[in-house]
Protein backbone atom coordinates (compact mmCIF):
# COMPACT_ATOMS: atom_id res chain seq x y z
CA UNK A 1 0.00 0.00 0.00
CA UNK A 2 1.28 3.44 -0.78
CA UNK A 3 -0.05 6.52 1.34
CA UNK A 4 0.58 9.81 0.26
CA UNK A 5 -0.32 12.52 3.24
CA UNK A 6 -0.73 16.62 1.96
CA UNK A 7 -2.39 19.19 3.70
CA UNK A 8 -0.08 20.32 6.34
CA UNK A 9 1.11 23.35 6.54
CA UNK A 10 1.50 26.66 8.98
CA UNK A 11 -1.80 27.62 10.46
CA UNK A 12 -2.95 30.26 13.75
CA UNK A 13 -4.42 28.31 16.97
CA UNK A 14 -7.81 28.57 16.90
CA UNK A 15 -8.04 27.67 13.20
CA UNK A 16 -8.76 24.49 10.83
CA UNK A 17 -7.28 22.63 8.81
CA UNK A 18 -7.71 19.36 6.74
CA UNK A 19 -4.98 16.56 6.34
CA UNK A 20 -6.07 14.13 3.43
CA UNK A 21 -4.33 10.28 2.75
CA UNK A 22 -4.66 9.22 -0.86
CA UNK A 23 -4.06 5.23 -0.45
CA UNK A 24 -3.19 3.22 -3.78
CA UNK A 25 -1.22 0.50 -4.67
CA UNK A 26 -2.68 -3.34 -2.87
CA UNK A 27 -5.55 -1.75 -0.91
CA UNK A 28 -7.84 -5.06 -0.50
CA UNK A 29 -6.94 -6.26 2.54
CA UNK A 30 -6.78 -2.60 4.59
CA UNK A 31 -9.19 -2.92 7.04
CA UNK A 32 -8.27 0.67 9.24
CA UNK A 33 -6.89 3.66 7.96
CA UNK A 34 -5.57 5.51 10.73
CA UNK A 35 -3.97 9.45 11.91
CA UNK A 36 -0.92 9.08 14.06
CA UNK A 37 1.17 11.93 14.93
CA UNK A 38 4.42 12.54 16.36
CA UNK A 39 5.22 15.78 18.45
CA UNK A 40 8.56 16.41 18.92
CA UNK A 41 10.28 15.16 21.99
CA UNK A 42 7.32 12.35 22.34
CA UNK A 43 5.82 9.00 21.32
CA UNK A 44 4.47 8.91 18.09
CA UNK A 45 0.41 8.85 19.03
CA UNK A 46 -2.97 7.65 17.57
CA UNK A 47 -5.30 10.24 16.54
CA UNK A 48 -7.96 9.08 14.92
CA UNK A 49 -9.03 5.96 12.91
CA UNK A 50 -11.85 4.54 10.68
CA UNK A 51 -13.20 1.38 9.69
CA UNK A 52 -13.02 0.89 5.72
CA UNK A 53 -15.93 -2.02 6.37
CA UNK A 54 -18.34 -0.23 8.00
CA UNK A 55 -16.83 3.46 8.40
CA UNK A 56 -16.33 3.15 12.52
CA UNK A 57 -14.59 5.43 13.36
CA UNK A 58 -12.80 6.27 16.72
CA UNK A 59 -10.56 9.35 17.90
CA UNK A 60 -8.13 9.69 20.80
CA UNK A 61 -10.28 11.17 23.66
CA UNK A 62 -7.37 14.22 23.98
CA UNK A 63 -8.62 15.62 20.62
CA UNK A 64 -11.86 14.14 20.18
CA UNK A 65 -13.83 17.66 20.69
CA UNK A 66 -11.77 18.99 17.37
CA UNK A 67 -10.84 16.17 15.03
CA UNK A 68 -12.97 14.30 13.14
CA UNK A 69 -12.20 11.69 10.23
CA UNK A 70 -13.68 11.17 7.29
CA UNK A 71 -13.26 9.32 4.01
CA UNK A 72 -14.00 9.46 0.30
CA UNK A 73 -14.57 6.08 -1.47
CA UNK A 74 -14.35 7.28 -4.77
CA UNK A 75 -11.56 8.84 -4.63
CA UNK A 76 -9.56 6.36 -1.78
CA UNK A 77 -8.79 9.36 -0.07
CA UNK A 78 -9.01 9.67 4.35
CA UNK A 79 -9.15 13.17 5.28
CA UNK A 80 -8.41 14.04 9.22
CA UNK A 81 -10.27 17.21 9.82
CA UNK A 82 -8.89 19.75 12.36
CA UNK A 83 -10.25 22.53 14.31
CA UNK A 84 -9.43 24.53 17.13
CA UNK A 85 -5.69 23.95 16.92
CA UNK A 86 -3.45 24.31 19.36
CA UNK A 87 0.21 24.74 19.53
CA UNK A 88 0.38 21.25 21.30
CA UNK A 89 -1.13 19.89 17.26
CA UNK A 90 2.27 20.38 15.91
CA UNK A 91 4.30 17.94 14.80
CA UNK A 92 4.48 15.54 12.18
CA UNK A 93 0.94 13.70 10.72
CA UNK A 94 1.16 10.32 9.11
CA UNK A 95 -1.20 8.34 7.94
CA UNK A 96 -0.95 4.35 8.94
CA UNK A 97 -2.93 1.20 7.70
CA UNK A 98 -3.67 -1.75 9.55
CA UNK A 99 -5.49 -5.43 7.74
CA UNK A 100 -6.88 -5.27 11.54
CA UNK A 101 -10.38 -4.13 12.42
CA UNK A 102 -9.75 -3.54 15.94
CA UNK A 103 -6.89 -1.80 15.64
CA UNK A 104 -9.20 1.04 15.03
CA UNK A 105 -9.22 1.74 19.41
CA UNK A 106 -7.25 2.72 21.90
CA UNK A 107 -5.76 -0.57 21.83
CA UNK A 108 -4.76 -0.28 18.51
CA UNK A 109 -3.06 3.25 19.13
CA UNK A 110 -0.71 1.51 21.59
CA UNK A 111 0.76 -0.51 19.50
CA UNK A 112 1.91 1.86 16.58
CA UNK A 113 4.78 -0.78 15.84
CA UNK A 114 2.30 -3.35 14.91
CA UNK A 115 0.40 -1.33 12.32
CA UNK A 116 0.86 -2.42 8.20
CA UNK A 117 1.96 0.76 6.29
CA UNK A 118 3.11 4.19 7.12
CA UNK A 119 2.97 7.50 4.73
CA UNK A 120 5.59 9.73 4.56
CA UNK A 121 4.23 12.19 6.97
CA UNK A 122 2.75 15.98 6.80
CA UNK A 123 3.93 18.59 8.65
CA UNK A 124 1.81 20.74 11.00
CA UNK A 125 2.55 23.72 13.00
CA UNK A 126 0.56 25.67 14.76
CA UNK A 127 1.20 28.95 16.12
CA UNK A 128 0.57 30.92 19.15
Known amino acids: VQLVESGGGLVQAGGSLRLSCAASGSTFDVDTIAWFRQVSGKEREGVSC????????YTAVPVEDRFTISRDTAKNVVYLHMSSVKPEDTGVYYCVTSSAYYFCSGYGFRKPAEWDSWGQGTRVTVSS
Open 50 to 57: INLSDDRT
